[in-house]
């Protein structure tokens, strides 16, 4: 069993950068896949960024360019650094393993969710 804990989010203008991090209390090492969710109030919810275990990344085309997913196996850890932050970028933010690219079944292991609201 895998718990995700999310951190990072909060307030930022537009054109601003934060980072997000996905800690896990079991070993992600296991998990080809983990990747960032987010969701918008009133929108379906959008996979916006994927890391395997050897350190390939996919992004959505929105985010590409802006945002970096990254990840320490060794400290069970993902992160999400956004910069270029833009007001359509409020969402909340999960963290969740095993993600599938670019569709598939819903990942096993979600965290709490934490949120990013960009004013303009």
């Known amino acids: 069993q895998v718990q995700l804990v999310e951190s990072g989010g909060g307030l930022v203008q537009a054109g601003g950068s934060l980072r997000l991090s996905c800690t896990a209390s079991g070993s992600i090492f296991s998990i080809n896949r983990m990747g960032w969710y987010r969701q918008a109030p009133g929108k379906q919810r959008e996979l916006v960024a994927g890391i395997t275990r050897a350190g390939i990344t996919n992004y959505a085309d929105s985010v590409k360019g802006r945002f970096t997913i990254s990840r320490d196996n060794a400290k069970n850890t993902v992160y999400l650094q956004m910069n270029s932050l833009e007001p359509e970028d409020t969402a909340v933010y999960y963290c969740?393993?095993?993600?599938?690219?670019?569709?598939?079944?819903?990942?096993?292991?979600w965290g709490q969710g934490t949120q990013v609201t960009v004013s303009s």
């Open positions: 969740a393993g095993p993600v599938s690219w670019p569709v598939g079944p819903p990942p096993i292991y």
